[in-house]
């Protein structure tokens, strides 16, 4: 998909220069990598965790708001709307760009953390089951009926306290 987009980028570029083509196939390009990268987010194995489906809801408004934008481009005056010149459309498109890009970088912290926090969750959990189970029989080990015992004890003179 991204090798025929660069080649009518080059195109455009080199061999008919059109502001406006490029600027369409720019907004379909990164259109259809983020959306593309939010679909990835939203469907992955890690889709139900909250950052990655608050990751996968920028990707998924930042593509949509750039297709839009390609859109537009197609739509309008291709003459009239030149990315160099302030207009309301390259202002939007900046906003986009700057948004993405910060909400990306806190995005991807929130993933990072949200991943390691439940790998460790896991693997601490792992571990405690470990300590009390023999590993080749998956009874009881030594720990685990002395640490019981100790309970049923304490439990017993509670009782009879009371």
Do not use: K
Request: aromatic content about 8%; charged content about 10%; some cysteine.
């Amino acid at each position: 998909m991204l090798g025929p987009l660069l080649g009518l980028a080059i195109w455009f570029t080199v061999v008919v220069p059109s502001v406006a083509a490029r600027q369409v196939l720019i907004a379909a390009t990164t259109g259809f990598i983020t959306l593309r990268s939010g679909w990835v987010l939203w469907s992955g194995r890690h889709g139900r965790v909250a950052s990655h489906l608050f990751m996968a809801s920028v990707f998924l408004v930042c593509g949509l708001i750039l297709v839009l934008r390609g859109a537009v481009f197609v739509v309008m005056d291709p003459a009239g709307i030149l990315p160099t010149m302030p207009n309301a459309m390259s202002a939007a498109s900046l906003i986009v760009v700057y948004a993405f890009a910060v909400v990306l970088l806190f995005g991807f912290v929130l993933m990072c953390n949200d991943r390691y926090s439940s790998q460790r969750r896991h693997a601490e959990e792992a571990l405690s089951a470990a300590a009390l189970v023999d590993t080749l029989t998956q009874l009881p080990n030594r720990a685990m009926v002395t640490t019981r015992l100790a309970d049923l004890a304490r439990l017993a003179r509670q009782e009879a306290r009371l």
